[in-house]
Each structure stands twice: as structure tokens, then as C-alpha cells.
């Protein structure tokens, strides 16, 4: 069984990013422009609970350093086991005055607590969710290098229509700034049962229309996420 994997999202992915939609800071979290997506694997022997309550701390220290919203989500199936964060924000400056009062506040550094550690800076593209969904199904897209940037962007434009319709409501996010050059879609739904008709609507429409589609996937990956903070 791999390790469990945790994604601090303080900025992605914005849009997953309200899927990792917003629920208390809704008006500020629609300006935002950017969202900061982060993974935490956690360590061979490591307590999850322990981890969790560390990163609900953190996610909450994020907020009051100056990030307009946070959030936790929890693996519940898929390739990495673990935790999802996310924070937004609404440009550069505003990271700026953020890392440098963070800094200023950080004192005697503290023994690393988890495993393998990235983070991703992603703009928000397309936003339709508007709370934190109770679960979301979290989706990357990487597409083949011998397209040029357009061609990737009207393929993620595809594929997203394709789960909107689906899910009712996703949220679809591009790189910025990171080690992984992709898109990222986020897509909401209540309960089991409610997932299983939302997939069932998005392999219709994938049946009816993009079965013969060339759309180029080099590589995919896909998550099944609850609900702890936002």
C-alpha cells in the first residue's frame, strides 16, 4: 500500500478549486485569481490522525497569515493516500506580503514531520463551484509535449465541459508555477450513491461524443477526497 500523500492547496488550484470550493469567505474567494497546491506524504509509521491535526493548524495559521481562504480534504480513493489542502489569493503582491509575514513569524525551525513534499502554483480558470463540496473527485491532466500550449488548453476545455455536465458543477485550474506542467479539475458530489449517478452521466457523454476523440492524454491521475476544514 503506498504511503498516504497530502495536497495543501493554498492557492489551485482556486477554482478545485472552490471543489475545494469556498463556504465561509465566498465574496473574497471569487476575486481570487491563483490557489497554492501542495502534496505531504506521509512518513512510513506516521499516525494520519497526527498528521491531520498538524495541517489543520497549518491551514488555519495560512488564513490569518493573509490568504483568503483554506481548506483540508482527505484521501478517500485513488493513487495517493493522505490529505488535500487548499488556499487562494488574489495576486503576487498579496503572496508576497504573505510568505514575508510568515517568515517574520517563524521562530526556531521544527523537525519535518512528513515524507515527500511538493507545491504547485495554479491559476484558476474556470469556476463554477461555489462551497466546499462534503467530497470531491480531484482530477490531473497532462497532455501530449508535441502539442503546443492551445492545443492543450482546448483539449482540458473538452474534457471539462464533458465533467461539468457530468458533475453539475467542477472547477478547472492550469499550471502556473510548479514541478507539474497540467491541468487540474475539481468536481463535487454528496455522497456515493450521488457519485455513482454523476459517473454514469459523464461515461454517457464520453460514449456519445469523445470515444473516437483524439485528445492526446499522456498521462492522467484521479482521486476520490472528504471533506475535514474550510
Known amino acids: 500500500m503506498r504511503n498516504c500523500k497530502l495536497l495543501l492547496i493554498a492557492g489551485f488550484l482556486a477554482g478545485f478549486y472552490p471543489a475545494f470550493g469556498d463556504h465561509h469567505g465566498e465574496a473574497k474567494v471569487d476575486q481570487s485569481h491563483y490557489v497554492l497546491h501542495s502534496t505531504f506524504e506521509i512518513a512510513p509509521g506516521q499516525n494520519p490522525d497526527d498528521l491531520k491535526e498538524e495541517l489543520v493548524a497549518y491551514q488555519t495559521s495560512q488564513e490569518a497569515n493573509g490568504f483568503n481562504n483554506c481548506g483540508l480534504y482527505q484521501h478517500e480513493y485513488g493513487s ?81 465541459d464533458v465533467f461539468s455536465r457530468g458533475f453539475g458543477a467542477c472547477n478547472l485550474y492550469h499550471h502556473a508555477w510548479g514541478s507539474d506542467l497540467g491541468h487540474y479539475m475539481t468536481c463535487g458530489y454528496k455522497d456515493y450513491t450521488d457519485f455513482g449517478k454523476k459517473y454514469d452521466a459523464v461515461n454517457k457523454i464520453m460514449g456519445d461524443e469523445l470515444m473516437d476523440a483524439n485528445l492526446d492524454i499522456f498521462e492522467h491521475s484521479d482521486e476520490l477526497l472528504v471533506k475535514v476544514m474550510d
Not at 495576486?91 to 508576497?96: E, G, K, S, T
Open 80 to 160: 495517493a493516500r493522505g490529505f488535500y489542502g487548499f488556499c487562494y489569493f488574489d495576486d503576487f503582491a498579496q503572496l508576497d506580503a504573505i510568505m514575508k509575514k510568515s517568515e517574520a513569524a517563524t521562530s526556531a525551525s521544527e523537525p519535518q514531520t512528513f515524507a515527500h513534499h511538493t507545491d504547485n502554483i495554479l491559476e484558476i480558470q474556470q469556476r463554477q463551484l461555489k462551497a466546499s463540496p462534503e467530497r470531491v473527485a480531484h482530477m490531473v491532466w497532462r497532455f501530449g509535449s508535441n502539442l503546443t500550449m492551445n492545443e492543450r488548453q482546448a483539449r482540458a476545455d473538452r474534457l471539462f
